[in-house]
């Protein structure tokens, strides 16, 4: 059993409650735009940290050519005007795992672990769900967040209600 200790003044605790309730609700109404918005926020955020990156550091870093910054430059631009693009990379990364964990187990015949053979299932499921709809895995991310934070919310309400 999970137990849950929480500290605080009463009022900022109901407070935060309110507030993480009502971000649950507003992530789960929108999420395919919160979802776009804040990966088009960290494409921004990768092109300008990169562009500091070529500017801040003189000639060679770590041993090598600065010239690696224009990557992360590139990338923010693409991330910025293909944010999909995101979730098919990453469904490829997943699908790969998934391939590579279910590899080890089907030749190592290891069928004893039924949580890690459940878990590369979902892995796979997950990664083939974002490489082919990656606007609602973005969406479908987006509103686990919102439950999560719902959920929270109504567990520290009711601890507010004990004391």
Not at 20 to 28: H, K, N, P, T
Not at 74 to 86: K, Q
Not at 127 to 142: D, L
Not at 143 to 158: M, N, P
Request: proline letters at 1%; charged letters at 10%.
């Amino acid at each position: 059993m999970i137990k849950f200790e929480f500290y605080g003044n009463l009022k900022t605790m109901r407070l935060i409650t309110i507030v993480s309730f009502f971000l649950g609700v507003f992530l789960i109404s929108f999420p395919s735009l919160i979802g776009l918005t804040l990966i088009r926020i960290s494409g921004i955020l990768l092109s300008v940290f990169s562009g500091f990156g070529v500017y801040m550091t003189e000639g060679t870093i770590w041993g090598k050519d600065r010239s690696f910054f224009l990557v992360g430059i590139l990338t923010g631009i693409l991330i910025l005007f293909f944010p999909a693009l995101v979730l098919i990379i990453s469904g490829m990364g997943l699908l790969s795992f998934g391939i590579y964990k279910g590899f080890f187990i089907i030749r190592d015949r290891n069928f004893s672990s039924l949580y890690e053979i459940a878990m590369t299932l979902v892995i796979l499921f997950l990664g083939i769900f974002m490489m082919f709809n990656g606007n609602a895995a973005i969406g479908s991310i987006v509103k686990i967040v919102g439950v999560i934070v719902i959920s929270f919310s109504a567990i520290l309400f009711y601890k507010t209600l004990e004391s």
